[in-house]
T-cell receptor, first 113, second 114 residues
Framework: AQSVTQLDSQVPVFEEAPVELRCNYSSSVSVYLFWYVQYPNQGLQLLLKYLSGSTLVKGINGFEAEFNKSQTSFHLRKPSVHISDTAEYFCAVSDQGAQKLVFGQGTRLTINP | NAGVMQNPRHLVRRRGQEARLRCSPMKGHSHVYWYRQLPEEGLKFMVYLQKENIIDESGMPKERFSAEFPKEGPSILRIQQVVRGDSAAYFC????????????FGPGTRLLVL
């Protein structure tokens, strides 16, 4: 069965500092990978996704992620964060050929001025 | 193009009552997914539907929960005889096709069972 592990439940950083949110997955088949962001009391918004091709994926709001098959990881990065990036971030995986998403527990990113 | 609509946004029920959650997918989308988010947890898949068909209900509790997506109208997630453990945020997502397509999420319905 698939599973997703987000290694940090909370990540505090200072404004304009770089950030990396870690995500590891386990699956016996080829997968699609996603990062979603959830602002307080709102639904999820897609940041970026990896389906195939280049392992470096660029998303919205200056975020990017790198797919590493050998390490089964899909870490999310941003070189310089802003106060408005404060939110919960979810990594998700789906088997190629399947429709349902399996989510990690989420990482709460807090930006301090 | 309106996004995924869910109503109500907040729902309060007493134990034993029924809860009906509605989801209108994005225009042109024929695939609907329901997820549940318990407090301090990630989202858990419940059910995947296409028009008039349940495709995958592997995440649905076997009792009290049901879902439908009729030919006309919104998708409905129905919870009968609610218990306190049903308190959660229920999110609906939709996609145009299925496999590899981005799922667009609604704002969620927050169910509180007293």
């Amino acid at each position: 069965a698939q599973s997703v592990t987000q290694l940090d439940s909370q990540v505090p950083v200072f404004e304009e500092a770089p950030v990396e949110l870690r995500c590891n997955y386990s699956s016996s088949v080829s997968v699609y990978l996603f990062w979603y962001v959830q602002y307080p009391n709102q639904g999820l918004q897609l940041l970026l996704k990896y389906l195939s091709g280049s392992t470096l994926v660029k998303g919205i709001n200056g975020f990017e992620a790198e797919f590493n098959k050998s390490q089964t990881s899909f870490h999310l990065r941003k070189p310089s964060v802003h106060i408005s990036d404060t939110a919960e971030y979810f990594c998700a995986v789906s088997d190629q050929g399947a429709q349902k998403l399996v989510f990690g527990q989420g990482t709460r990113l807090t930006i301090n001025p | 193009n309106a996004g995924v609509m869910q109503n109500p946004r907040h729902l309060v029920r007493r134990r034993g009552q029924e809860a009906r959650l509605r989801c209108s997918p994005m225009k042109g989308h024929s695939h609907v997914y329901w997820y549940r988010q318990l407090p301090e947890e990630g989202l858990k898949f419940m059910v995947y539907l296409q028009k008039e068909n349940i495709i995958d209900e592997s995440g649905m509790p076997k009792e009290r929960f049901s879902a439908e997506f009729p030919k006309e109208g919104p998708s409905i997630l129905r919870i009968q005889q609610v218990v306190r453990g049903d308190s959660a945020a229920y999110f609906c997502a939709s996609s145009h096709w299925g496999v590899s397509e981005t799922q667009y999420f609604g704002p969620g319905t927050r169910l509180l069972v007293l």
